[in-house]
């Protein structure tokens, strides 16, 4: 192989056609320089707002004869702000850095920029890209990350589309990584070399490729462990009079239970919620009590959150400082809730009607999130994370589910990153779910483990095959239809409770 001259390659590299987008991206320290912008009117105002919104301390002179009350207010509360209300003239670029033609005078604006190049300063001239020394690209922000987006002048709507795209799919949590690999490279020891290996080691997992054919393997796992649990039961079923007597023997509450569970899984993975809710609503309506009820669904949520939890910490969307604060708050208010349910397990005909009146509450929660277009944000994320678990945890030991429903859409409501709280919440409820099931079992002396085992069992069945049904089934129908039952349920306890006291 014959090696090209350090000279040759740069001749090749100088005279090859430039193809594409040919900007070279930088980031200016507006802190530190002067920006005259002329024109105060609608894209004026858009300018100084894109201009504040990414450097808030920037010195700009605003050149204008007529100003909007907008423009105004924004120099009042942004102390870099200077407006000058007149003409523009070429001494108003003397102390210029940088300059922003804003105007809608077509000549004026080739003054400003012939002046402007006099000065060997660059500008932008507002759409007109052909004028244009730079352009400011439609930014993404997540604390110090910081991503600009260019389309070359071609058009500006589809970087806004994919401003939109990216915000949404990058988590704010992101910027908390950002953070401790700064705080990482800081305490490294050792050369150049040795500390960017050990930088690129700890980031690798930013751009992991995909393996689909490892999920593809993971559902040739379960259909494997499925298909052969069929076999085995219809050979023992045709083969051995034993096994068949035994399980006619068994208590038809437990096929009843069975067939619950695994359909309430498959609602709960379609819709992401309502498990705990259908499942104690639906205990409740078959005789069983409060305590015993919520036993049965906190035993059969182990197993589902375990794996759904294990999965979002291989995926990386657990937020390990909310995961802290949310644990242990947490597990002492369910433990707390499981006890005092547990105590009063010889009043259930007392405590079944605040349990189905909770259960009433959850059931028109989830009719007004099924009409709901869109989850509104709160300007702050909300800040009590710990009381936030408490109550949490305890209500749903009473109540015998509302763990996502309260602690999800609190902290999605506050501005927290869905993906980020979905994980960090299912993880959290693995631990509340074994903490509350450890307590009842050592409160109560049940009598009702057809039901639990029926939906410990049914919900294990489909936790494998929900994801997959999520896919294929209009949410918003489910949880329309999974609302009114448990209202209309919940209302027939309370009102058969009312009849029976009155």
């Not at 509104?376 to 749903?396: A, C, Q, Y």
């Not at 859409?409 to 979905?422: N, W």
């Amino acid at each position: 192989m014959t090696l090209l001259p350090k000279d040759k390659k740069l001749s090749i590299v100088q005279n090859k056609k430039a193809e594409g987008n040919t900007l070279f991206p930088v980031f200016l320290k507006l802190n530190e320089l002067h920006t005259v912008l002329i024109g105060a009117g609608n894209v004026g105002l858009e300018k100084l707002t894109a201009i504040l919104h990414n450097s808030p301390g920037a010195s700009v002179t605003v050149i204008a004869l007529a100003v909007l009350p907008e423009v105004q207010a924004l120099a009042v509360d942004y102390k870099g702000i200077t407006i000058v209300q007149k003409a523009f003239s070429d001494a108003d670029l003397n102390n210029a850095d940088v300059v922003i033609a804003a105007t809608n005078d077509g000549e004026l604006n080739n003054f400003i920029r012939q002046s402007a190049h006099d000065r060997k300063l660059l500008i932008n001239v507002a759409d007109k890209p052909e004028l244009c020394d730079f352009y400011l690209g439609s930014i993404v922000q997540k604390g110090d990350l910081k991503i600009a987006i260019s389309t070359n002048g071609k058009s500006p709507t589809i970087a806004k589309r994919l401003k939109e795209i990216l915000n949404e799919g990058l988590p704010d949590e992101l910027d908390n990584s950002l953070q401790q690999v700064s705080a990482l490279r800081n305490s490294l020891n050792g050369d150049f070399a040795s500390k960017v290996k050990k930088l690129n080691e700890v980031t690798a997992v930013l751009v992991a490729p995909k393996q689909p054919e490892k999920k593809n393997f993971i559902w040739l796992i379960w259909g494997t462990i499925v298909i052969s649990i069929l076999v085995a039961i219809t050979v023992l079923w045709l083969k051995q009079p034993e096994f068949k007597n035994y399980v006619e023997a068994i208590n038809p509450l437990f096929y009843y239970f069975l067939g619950a569970g695994f359909v309430f899984a498959l609602i709960d993975g379609a819709i992401g919620m309502s498990y705990g809710v259908t499942s104690t609503t639906f205990s409740l309506s078959m005789g069983i009590p409060p305590a015993s009820a919520s036993m049965g669904v906190h035993l059969s949520e182990i197993m589902s959150n375990g794996i759904a939890g294990w999965m979002h910490y291989r995926m990386g969307n657990i937020n390990w400082k909310l995961f802290k604060l949310l644990l242990i708050p947490g597990i002492i208010g369910a433990v707390t809730g499981a006890y005092l349910l547990s105590s009063l397990e010889h009043y259930s005909q007392y405590t079944k009607p605040f349990v189905s009146l909770y259960t009433l509450i959850l059931g028109l929660v989830i009719l007004s999130k099924a009409f709901k277009t869109g989850v509104k944000k709160s300007s702050e994320k909300i800040k009590n994370i710990p009381l936030l678990g408490l109550g949490g945890g305890f209500i749903d030991a009473v109540g015998g589910g509302g763990w996502g429903s309260i602690v999800l859409s609190t902290l999605i409501a506050g501005g927290r990153h869905p993906r980020f709280s979905l994980g960090t919440v299912k993880l959290s409820r693995f631990f509340i779910a074994v903490m509350s099931s450890i307590t009842f079992f050592t409160m109560l002396n049940t009598h009702h483990w057809e039901a639990v085992a029926g939906l410990v069992i049914g919900s294990a069945i489909a936790s494998p095959i929900a994801a997959k049904i999520s896919n294929r089934i209009s949410a918003k129908a489910i949880m329309i239809s999974v609302a009114i039952i448990v209202i209309l349920i919940s209302i027939k306890s309370i009102v058969a409770f009312l009849t029976k006291v009155l």
